[in-house]
């Protein structure tokens, strides 16, 4: 037998940034080093958002999640000896995604580089930040001419880049079944399509090129066979869609492009070393089949639920990629699927109820329409309120969750303090310092930036009317603007957007029968309303600081709305004073805080101060996130009632325990009833 060539494997990369553009200079360097193949940058929340780090939503935020970038010499600082034309790099930002890619294309010529040969990414999908991740800064209209024009400006000035990776990754997160995933992220590219075409920057015959620049980020899960059979749908429906309605004849510029972060959802806080044969197993979806395999893949780390993870744990994922690629036969072959009558008839199957539900989307006026009106919010709401529902009622197993729950102790987390990697909080004063220390300089030697306010101004005028404004945002780069100052120049303009939260309109998903949990849990509600002489209970969910991952606030909103609970829930980005104004001006019986982000240390001692200074000691604060044991225990000494983590997956029953806090601190006695 004759020797076959091995296709060339997908780009390797990690998701990696924290704390400042320094030490993720260095992680990179040593990812680098290690054999990825490309890099991957994650920004903190003020960066995604579009505020410097001294500003009051930024407090503990500040390189939590990623690494903060505030202006041209951070961005300096962050690819310090990485050559930007021989790197091919992706950068996870969407609202603000204009400015980064500025702020690297001027970092890009100052190391002399040919911008025409940059490669690489900018997410910029603003439709799934209404929808999921919540990072949005302006309404809508103004967030698809921002993408539009940074489209325009990519295919004629750096034209080997990828200016938005619409992302199906964040919907499948937020609960989207697979036809969900395809039919909303398809329709948020004819979205972006449609705009460039219409805005007139592209002339026809180069639309092709536009289409040939147009990368999707999609999610992997566990169900393996289904999600390789979503990947071939993907190619499909983009193939007919850019055919037929954008005219695209070059097969080559039609192709389905994409990269992978397999799927955080459905990693376990308990027994997490059961994630590392979940995360192969979404990788081989994405992987196996040659006609619809992923051009670029990064995995998450086993302890991601845990916390964030450290070097050795992204090493890990990378080595897992190696192994795969180089020691397996897997890129000696051909598409081993093509001809499989069972993979055949699910793709055929997927292709169909999404392009009816693309056509359901279209008929409504499209995918902004469809963000706007509160449809493709509630309908992501509502799926994922039957896939816990699925889960609570052993359905949908778990291993580690909700079956084979038994366990030998965990070597890997014996010491969970080691087991993941903490920012340490000084960081974020470090970073405040030297933006303060930036703005004091950046007209001085070496660097004598022209007055930034002339930048920004001719930006403003930009945004007023109809000219492109990556061009006005570049010369703000050049001129020392910070990330928050241009960001505050477009809110000037745009003004902000508050996104629909899509929980009043979720239908019911956990039904209430006799001898339910839920009747249980109803009784108790109802019963300690009549009890403290109230019509309903009333909760408080609050979002604080600048963490945009709604789905788990969202779920205990419609959970506790179904309980009986009269539910206040105003959506992400709130501070500590509006949510303690909420709670006093809605009189709540309880304040419940969700956060992911890191910032718990910070954020909710600051609410339990203000409550306390408002004279309201008997409103408990319950807390729920990625919150590591020992922050557990320090939230519960400054007086949080209860505190939830990824482990506690029965909402229902999270529900109870927060009817027993409300009792317990209004000195109703206990109820003999199980939650």
């Not at 039919?183 to 040939?212: C, F, H, K, N, W």
């Not at 279209?362 to 799926?383: H, N, P, R």
């Not at 304040?591 to 008997?618: F, M, N, Q, T, Y």
Request: glycine share 8%.
């Amino acid at each position: 037998m004759t020797e076959r060539q091995k296709d060339r494997p997908w780009l390797m990369r990690t998701y990696a940034g924290h704390s400042t553009a320094e030490a993720s200079n260095e992680l990179y360097r040593r990812n680098l080093a290690k054999g990825q193949t490309g890099l991957s940058v994650a920004f903190d929340l003020p960066t995604q958002t579009g505020y410097d780090p001294d500003h009051i939503l930024a407090r503990g935020e500040v390189g939590r999640v990623g690494v903060p970038v505030s202006h041209l010499g951070d961005m300096r600082r962050l690819f310090q000896d990485i050559p930007l034309e021989q790197m091919n790099t992706s950068m996870t930002i969407n609202a603000t995604a204009m400015w980064l890619l500025a702020l690297y294309q001027v970092v890009a010529e100052e190391q002399g580089a040919d911008v025409t040969k940059l490669q690489g990414t900018t997410q910029n999908d603003i439709v799934k930040e209404y929808l999921s991740r919540g990072t949005h800064v302006f309404p809508p209209g103004p967030s698809l001419r921002l993408t539009t024009d940074m489209i325009a400006y990519t295919v004629n000035h750096i034209p080997k880049w990828n200016p938005i990776n619409i992302c199906s990754y964040h919907l499948q997160e937020a609960g989207a079944t697979p036809v969900q995933e395809i039919a909303y992220a398809m329709s948020t590219a004819i979205a972006v399509l449609d705009a460039v075409r219409d805005s007139g920057q592209v002339p026809q015959e180069r639309m092709g090129d536009v289409v040939a620049r147009i990368s999707f980020f999609v999610n992997a899960g566990v169900r393996f066979v289904e999600e390789m059979c979503k990947m071939r749908a993907f190619t499909r429906i983009w193939d007919k869609v850019t055919r037929e309605r954008y005219g695209i004849e070059n097969a080559k510029q039609r192709r389905f492009r994409y990269g992978v972060q397999v799927n955080s959802l459905g990693l376990t806080e308990a027994q997490p070393e059961n994630n590392v044969q979940r995360i192969v197993l979404e990788m081989l979806a994405v992987t196996l089949s040659k006609d619809a395999r992923a051009r670029a893949v990064q995995l998450p780390a086993w302890n991601e639920a845990l916390g964030l993870p450290r070097p050795w744990d992204q090493q890990w994922s990378l080595r897992i990629q190696q192994v795969l690629a180089h020691e397996s036969d897997l890129l000696e072959y051909e598409d081993i699927f093509a001809g499989s009558h069972v993979i055949e008839a699910k793709v055929e199957d997927l292709v169909t109820e999404s392009l009816a539900e693309i056509e359901r989307i279209q008929e409504m006026g499209g995918a902004m329409a469809a963000v706007e009106s509160g449809y493709l919010k509630s309908q992501l709401v509502s799926s994922h309120a039957e896939r816990r529902a699925r889960i609570e009622a052993g359905d949908e197993k778990i291993v580690g969750v909700n079956c084979y729950e038994s366990t030998e102790p965990n070597p890997l987390t014996a010491d969970l303090d080691t087991a993941i990697m903490s920012v340490d909080p000084a960081v974020e004063g470090g970073v405040v310092r030297a933006l303060q220390n930036w703005r004091d300089t950046r007209y001085q030697p070496p660097f004598n930036h022209p007055r930034p306010c002339k930048a920004l101004e001719k930006l403003k005028e930009a945004a007023a009317g109809d000219a492109n404004l990556m061009e006005a945002t570049v010369e703000c780069a050049r001129a020392g603007v910070t990330t928050g100052e241009w960001a505050g120049a477009l809110r000037e303009v745009f003004g902000e957007f508050r996104a629909p939260t899509g929980v009043s309109s979720a239908p019911v998903a956990v039904s209430a029968e006799e001898g339910t949990p839920m009747a249980v849990v109803r009784e108790k509600v109802d019963r300690t309303a009549r009890e403290l002489g109230s019509g309903k209970l009333r909760l408080l969910v609050g979002k604080p600081g600048l963490d945009g991952h709604s789905n788990g606030a969202e779920q205990i909103a419609v959970r506790a709305r179904d309980a009986g609970f009269e539910v206040v829930y105003q959506g992400i980005r709130l501070t500590p004073e509006q949510i303690v104004s909420a709670a006093l001006a809605e009189d709540v019986h309880c304040v419940g805080l969700s956060i992911l982000s890191g910032s718990h240390a910070e954020l909710v001692p600051d609410v339990l101060d203000r409550l306390r200074e408002a004279g309201a000691v008997d409103i408990p604060v319950i807390v729920g996130g990625i919150i590591p044991n020992g922050d557990a225990d320090q939230l519960k000494r400054a007086g949080v009632a209860a505190v939830f983590t990824p482990k506690d997956f029965g909402i229902t029953e999270i529900i109870g325990r927060i009817v027993d806090e409300i009792r317990k601190a209004n000195k109703l006695d206990p109820l003999e009833v199980p939650a």
